[in-house]
Each structure stands twice: as C-alpha cells, then as structure tokens.
C-alpha cells in the first residue's frame, strides 16, 4: 500500500478510538436524534472498518513466470513492461497544513467558551440554590432580614419614601 493511503488509514483508525460516542450520546434528547446519531455511527465504522482492511493492504504480486508458461513470453513481458511503467502518484495534502491553525484557534476558542459556560452554568445554579432557600424562608422572613441581604433594594426604597414618591 503507498504511504498516503496507509497514513490515512492510521489516522481514522485513531480517530476511531477517539471519539466519545457514548458521551455524545448522552447529549443526545430527542429520539430522532437519537436515531440519526446511531445512523453516523454505523456509516463511520464502515468505513473506518474499509480503511482498515481493504485500503491498508499491499497488493499481491504479479507471477509473471506462471502467465510466461501459459500465454507467452512477448505477450507477458510487453504487460510486465506497461506494469512496471505506470507509476501511481503519491498523495500530497495540501488541505491539512492551510486548515489545521484555523482549526487549532477553534479549538482554543472552544475551552475559552467551555470555561465561560462552566462559570456561567456555576453562577446559575448559585442563583437557583439561593431562590430555593428565599422560597423556603420567605414565610417567616422578616423585612430586615431580607433587606440585609439586598441592600440595594432598601436603598431604593428609601429614597422613594424620602422623596415622598409611592409609585402612582
């Protein structure tokens, strides 16, 4: 097999191994998802499962003696000639090296917002952790007690009532 061929076989194999399918499938909500998700599994592992064995094999041989006994001495060199003259270029990417910081800045730019989601999701449920506890105690709160945790609101309304403004 060329090199090409087999580099490309390496790396979706690798790739293969790599993937979190059982983590994306958690992600998953809806049963057509679901479905579809499993439709992208099977069609990668064919192919990955292609790559693996029909692409990273090296071809067999020609027997040149064994044809040279039945057909022909002429016959079989003027094929061997042709054979040996065709030359299969070799794969040259170009792709990967335009693509690959693109692709890395993506990546950065990724965590910096997997972290800014984190920190926002950690604020949300801060927030929801002290809603739950003001719903619990808002029965037996006293004015004071919430003030004291929101003095924003009692400077607003202080200076509504020192203004003389009661909202109408």
Same mark, same amino acid.
Do not use: C
């Given at each position: 097999?060329?090199?090409?061929?087999?580099?490309?076989?390496?790396?979706?194999?690798?790739?293969?191994?790599?993937?979190?399918?059982?983590?994306?499938?958690? %992600?998953?909500?809806?049963? &057509?998802?679901? $479905?579809?998700?499993?439709?992208?599994?099977?069609?990668?592992?064919?192919?990955? =499962?292609?790559?693996? =064995?029909?692409?990273?094999?090296?071809?067999?041989?020609?027997?040149?003696?064994?044809? *040279?006994?039945?057909?022909?001495?002429?016959?079989?060199?003027?094929?061997?000639?042709?054979?040996?003259?065709?030359?299969?270029?070799?794969?040259? &990417? /170009?792709?990967?090296?335009?693509? $690959?910081? @693109?692709?890395?800045?993506?990546?950065?730019?990724?965590?910096?917002?997997?972290? $800014?989601? %984190?920190?926002?999701?950690? *604020? %949300?449920? @801060?927030?929801?952790?002290?809603?739950?506890? %003001?719903?619990?105690?808002?029965?037996?709160? =006293?004015?004071?007690?919430?003030?004291? $945790?929101?003095?924003?609101?009692?400077?607003?309304?202080? &200076?509504?009532? *020192? /203004?003389?403004?009661?909202?109408?």
């Amino acid at each position: 097999m060329s090199g090409a061929g087999k580099k490309v076989a390496d790396v979706a194999f690798k790739a293969g191994r790599t993937i979190d399918w059982e983590g994306m499938a958690k %992600l998953l909500v809806s049963d &057509d998802a679901r $479905k579809e998700f499993a439709t992208l599994r099977r069609a990668f592992d064919e192919v990955n =499962t292609q790559l693996q =064995t029909k692409f990273s094999q090296e071809p067999e041989p020609v027997d040149w003696e064994y044809y *040279r006994k039945g057909i022909g001495f002429r016959l079989v060199d003027m094929y061997k000639q042709a054979y040996d003259e065709v030359k299969i270029p070799q794969f040259v &990417d /170009n792709v990967t090296p335009q693509y $690959k910081p @693109k692709f890395d800045a993506l990546l950065v730019e990724l965590k910096e917002a997997e972290q $800014k989601s %984190l920190k926002e999701s950690e *604020r %949300l449920e @801060k927030e929801i952790a002290d809603v739950q506890e %003001l719903k619990r105690k808002l029965s037996t709160m =006293t004015a004071d007690e919430y003030f004291a $945790k929101h003095p924003e609101l009692k400077k607003k309304f202080d &200076d509504e009532i *020192r /203004n003389d403004y009661w909202g109408y």
